[in-house]
């Protein structure tokens, strides 16, 4: 009898994990009825990276080009890039002429983009791949070229025309929070009108919040994913801010994000010159848990194995791309320890643990798994394995273990929890 009742205790705690991740899943808000973004968006994207070179005659290899693009679409296929799920290659700004054609029309640079971008993206797909482009909802672009505003029937139209698969948009030069609003809104709909499939990234929250808080709900309903905070650069300092500035708000955009819309705390800068390995990894494991799109800005002609090997880890993908759809949020912090988690499906959770601290060695800390997963992580018991810095598997943890990490400074270690035969029998 006594072994029984365990039975039927152990299956009311499975049931009970079921019925919390089914109804958490539940999405809170309706996201843009586009059948894009599913799982968070993965590429590449020029900006941190090549900014707005323009001097191809003393940089040919740097300069906002169809040359660079072409070299990184080529690049994205042979190096494993693409296999490992980085499929939109993405030109941001720079890129245009400095007048539209007697049409009215948007038009690449003549001399940077002789083939113009419908060759371009021919190019692109003929690889497998996606090509994303960029504009601007007010009068000109961050940079100083044609912006949207008035045209963007034409624009959304000269986009779909020229086979586009991603606008990132964005909202320099806008002369009112109305129009800002109302331009976002109406590119939206001004795409889908085309009938071409072609996600939309939006940085409407970014330059809402001088303002007033953003309507996220609203912000859902049209784009699929959308820039919160400032561009990234490729510092600590950067990463920081933007992880503090998530926390911080995460009462407010954790929920509305899933499948279809998704926070974006902007580019991955591994692989380039500011931060440390520990550095490196903590982006990864953080995007990772925020669900974030996992857009790289970096060189990939000159890219150490170390850095790519991060980037294409299998087991970090699959927790950013997991299917629940579910962000991730900061569970705690102590001292100069931030705790982070995660749900993903199958009953699995991923938990990072994140050492602030900027002096002295690796810190020692102990949590309680029965703290992890809204306490139904590893009730009543399940497998956890380290995914970063390298991945090894620490065992079977019951719900009244502790588990011990060892973190550098700037670093991260994340952990998957997972559930076992042993855990569902």
């Known amino acids: 009898m006594k072994s029984g009742r365990g039975r039927q205790w152990r299956g009311c705690l499975l049931a009970l994990r079921f019925l919390f991740l089914f109804f958490w899943g ?23 990276r090549f900014l707005c070179n323009l001097d191809c005659q003393a940089e040919p290899e740097s300069c906002i080009s169809e040359h660079l693009f072409m070299q990184m679409a080529e690049l994205m296929v042979s190096d494993g890039w693409k296999d490992a799920g980085y499929e939109y290659l993405c030109i941001d700004d720079c890129w245009m002429a400095p ?20 060759r371009l993206a021919d190019y692109v797909h003929s690889k497998g791949l996606k090509l994303g482009i960029y504009a601007d909802v007010g009068n000109k672009t961050c940079a100083g070229y044609p912006g949207s505003f008035g045209h963007y029937d034409i624009d959304a139209q000269t986009f779909a025309d020229w086979g586009v698969d991603l606008l990132k948009f964005d909202g320099c030069h806008c002369d009112s929070v109305k129009h800002l609003i109302e331009g976002y809104q109406y590119m939206s709909l001004a795409l889908n009108r085309t009938g071409r499939s072609i996600v939309y990234s939006c940085e409407w929250p970014l330059y809402m919040w001088p303002f007033h808080k953003p309507n996220y709900t609203k912000i859902r ?16 300092e950067s990463i920081k801010s933007i992880l503090a500035w998530t926390s911080s708000n995460q009462e407010k955009i954790v929920d509305v994000a899933g499948p279809g819309g ?18 490196q990894v903590t982006q990864m ?12 800005s970096n060189d990939l002609r000159h890219i150490s194995p170390q850095a790519k090997s991060l980037l294409q ?33 199958n009953l699995s959770w991923a938990v990072a643990v994140m050492n602030l601290q900027e002096i002295g060695g690796p810190c020692y800390y102990t949590i309680a ?7 139904i992580a590893c009730n009543p018991a399940c497998l956890i394995t380290q995914l970063l810095p390298e991945k090894r598997k620490l065992g079977f943890y019951t719900w009244t273990s502790s588990i011990k990490t060892r973190v550098n400074p700037t670093g991260t270690v994340l952990l998957q929890l997972g559930g076992t035969s042993k855990t569902t029998s």
């Not at 049409?103 to 419908?118: M, N, T, Y």
């Not at 798994?369 to 306490?375: F, H, T």
């Open 262 to 279: 998704w926070n974006d705390p902007d580019m991955l800068v591994i692989g380039n010159f500011g931060l440390s390995w520990n550095q």
């Open 26 to 48: 539940v999405p809170g808000a309706r996201a843009l009825d586009n059948g894009l973004a599913r799982t968070p968006t993965m590429g590449w994207l020029h900006w941190e």
């Open 285 to 296: 494991a953080l995007w990772a848990i925020m669900a974030a799109p996992l857009i790289m």
């Open 313 to 345: 880890n299998k087991d970090v993908i699959a927790i950013n791309q997991d299917p629940l759809g579910k962000q991730g949020y900061l569970l705690r912090k102590e001292s100069s320890i931030e705790v982070w988690e995660r749900p993903l499906s």
């Open 99 to 118: 007048e539209r054609d007697p049409e009215g029309r948007l038009q690449a640079d003549p001399q940077r983009f002789p083939g113009g971008i419908r």
């Open 221 to 236: 309903t049209y784009c699929n994913h959308w820039r919160n905070s400032a561009d990234i650069y490729d510092s600590w």
């Open 369 to 375: 798994v029965a703290s992890l997963g809204r306490g």
